[in-house]
Nanobody
Framework: QVQLVESGGGLVQPGGSLRLSCAAS????????IGWFRQAPGKEREGVSC????????YYADSLKGRFTISRDNGINKVYLQMNRLKPEDTAVYYC????????????????????WGKGTLVTVSS
């Protein structure tokens, strides 16, 4: 059974940091690109970052470069999103998604397999 489970969300003050985890099971993570997405209340889902199956290529939304870092450990079937200098506008539900590697990963939700999405973890940035 394919499963992606996000964790690590919570309440953090502006300027703080969080590390999100995406735990994969039911498939061989090392063949899959992973994307992180987020959806704020009342807004559309947006791409945050993605990493190819080997971890050699990583992409970020332009507005997030320098604050967020994506990484992966295929040995333990996990992908991470380190988020630093968080801002209130980073408040959202964060999702990870997977797709079997075929080309450069994309920050577009339609690129990812329909059945390879987690249920999300809530990040709230507030004082």
């Amino acid at each position: 059974q394919v499963q992606l489970v996000e964790s690590g969300g919570g309440l953090v003050q502006p300027g703080g940091s969080l590390r999100l985890s995406c735990a994969a099971s039911g498939f061989a993570l090392n063949y899959y690109d992973i994307g992180w997405f987020r959806q704020a209340p009342g807004k559309e889902r947006e791409g945050v970052s993605c990493i190819d199956n080997s971890g050699s290529r990583r992409y970020y939304a332009d507005s997030l470069k320098g604050r967020f870092t994506i990484s992966r450990d295929n040995g333990i079937n996990k992908v991470y999103l380190q988020m630093n200098r968080l801002k209130p506008e980073d408040t959202a539900v964060y999702y990870c998604a997977a797709v079997r590697h075929s080309s450069e990963c994309q920050l577009v939700s339609s690129y990812y397999s329909k059945d390879y999405w987690g249920k999300g973890t809530l990040v709230t940035v507030s004082s």
